[in-house]
């Protein structure tokens, strides 16, 4: 069973910067795309940024592109959400999300049908 357990949020003004870490156990994540997506109160889960487990294929939301950097350690099975430029509209709980993709979209990116959720993670950034 895929287990996900983010950390690093916090508290960070406006300008600055977070890095949020995502430990992923249970399976080979070969066959996974992993991501992140953020719920701000009172609005629907928004999808923020995906990534390939296997080719490293990456996808932004618009409003996160050029800020914000994901990446992976295979070898730790740990992903990374690298956030700069912070602004007060990504106040938000942050989610990792893994997706198991099947053989013929192996290669594929989604930014959607994730359906195994870490805990969240809760990050505030201060006008």
């Known amino acids: 069973q895929v287990q996900l357990v983010e950390s690093g949020g916090g508290l960070v003004q406006a300008g600055g910067s977070l890095r949020l870490s995502c430990a992923a156990s249970?399976?080979?994540?070969?066959?996974?795309?992993m991501g992140w997506f953020r719920q701000a109160p009172g609005k629907e889960r928004e999808f923020v940024a995906a990534?390939?487990?296997?080719?490293?294929?990456?996808v932004y939301a618009d409003s996160v592109k050029g800020r914000f950097t994901i990446s992976k350690d295979n070898a730790n099975n740990m992903m990374y959400l690298q956030m700069d430029s912070l602004k007060p509209a990504d106040t938000a709980v942050y989610y990792c999300?893994?997706?198991?993709?099947?053989?013929?979209?192996?290669?594929?990116?989604?930014?959607?049908?994730?359906?195994?959720w870490g805990q969240g993670t809760q990050v505030t950034v201060s006008s």
């Open positions: 990534i390939n487990w296997s080719s490293g294929r990456t």
């Open positions: 249970g399976r080979t994540f070969s066959s996974y795309a």
């Open positions: 999300a893994a997706k198991y993709l099947a053989l013929t979209i192996r290669f594929v990116t989604p930014t959607n049908g994730y359906d195994v």
